[in-house]
């Protein structure tokens, strides 16, 4: 499968704990993205990255939220100290560069905050 | 307000019939439209993506972009019940932007 794949699929957590999720792009694309979605919303953007640098985050990215992408490739979301509010579908995806990408999702992780 | 407006249903139709689902938007510089779809507990999956105004067909799907009236819309022709699923628009500024703007989505069963 050359898609976009998450891990893990599924997290429980009990509040303030830290969590963190790995998102593998597809292997050509150099532009990676993390969003949240809430039941019976859409998805809402929190920040991405062109390779390994972190150019945009929304205001939605507090402060116990980080992301990385050190060598391009995967990236991780971290959230600490986990509040209920955080429960959530976290997805990924990714685009080429060019005059035509759009952004292709994976499967996303669903945590849940006790 | 919202900056994309879309009518979360949910939606049920007879297997067979036409699908008419609609957005709304209000930024104008708006200029890339998507149509996302989305099964239970599943990441978006892409269906179509146009860009400025028109239509655009791919099989029994056929986008549309009314920039003047900042509207768009996804017609299913002869919709199966494997079409059941969530609808989501997204639309962004330009090309490589680097975050869309989604619709809540609208949730649609097709009956068999």
């Known amino acids: 499968d050359t898609g976009v794949s998450q891990n893990p699929r599924h997290k429980i957590t009990k509040r303030g704990q830290n969590v963190t999720f790995r998102c593998d792009p597809i292997?050509?694309?150099?532009?990676l993205y993390w969003y949240r979605q809430t039941l019976g919303q859409g998805p809402e953007f929190l920040t991405y990255?062109?390779?390994?640098?972190?150019?945009?985050k929304s205001r939605l990215l507090s402060d116990r939220f980080s992301a990385e992408r050190p060598k391009g490739s995967f990236s991780t979301l971290e959230i600490q100290r986990t509040e209920q509010g955080d429960s959530a579908m976290y997805l990924c995806?990714?685009?080429?560069?060019?005059?035509?990408?759009?952004?292709?999702f994976g499967p996303g992780t669903r945590l849940t905050v006790l | 307000q919202k900056e994309v407006e879309q009518d979360p249903g949910p939606l049920s139709v007879p297997e067979g019939a036409i699908v008419s689902l609609n957005c709304t938007y209000s930024?104008?510089?708006?200029?890339?439209f998507m149509w996302y779809r989305q099964y239970s507990r599943k990441g978006p999956e892409l269906l179509m993506y146009t860009y400025s105004s028109g239509n655009k067909e791919d099989g029994r799907f056929t986008a549309q972009v009314d920039k003047s009236s900042k509207y768009i819309s996804l017609f299913i022709r002869d919709s199966q019940p494997s079409d059941s699923a969530t609808y989501l628009c997204?639309?962004?500024?330009?090309?490589?932007?680097?975050?869309?703007?989604f619709g809540t989505g609208t949730r649609l069963t097709v009956i068999p």
């Open positions: 930024n104008s510089a708006f200029q890339y």
């Open positions: 995806a990714s685009s080429p560069s060019g005059s035509t990408d759009t952004q292709y």
């Open positions: 997204a639309m962004s500024a330009r090309t490589g932007a680097n975050n869309l703007f």
């Open positions: 990255f062109q390779n390994e640098a972190q150019l945009e």
């Open positions: 292997s050509e694309h150099n532009r």
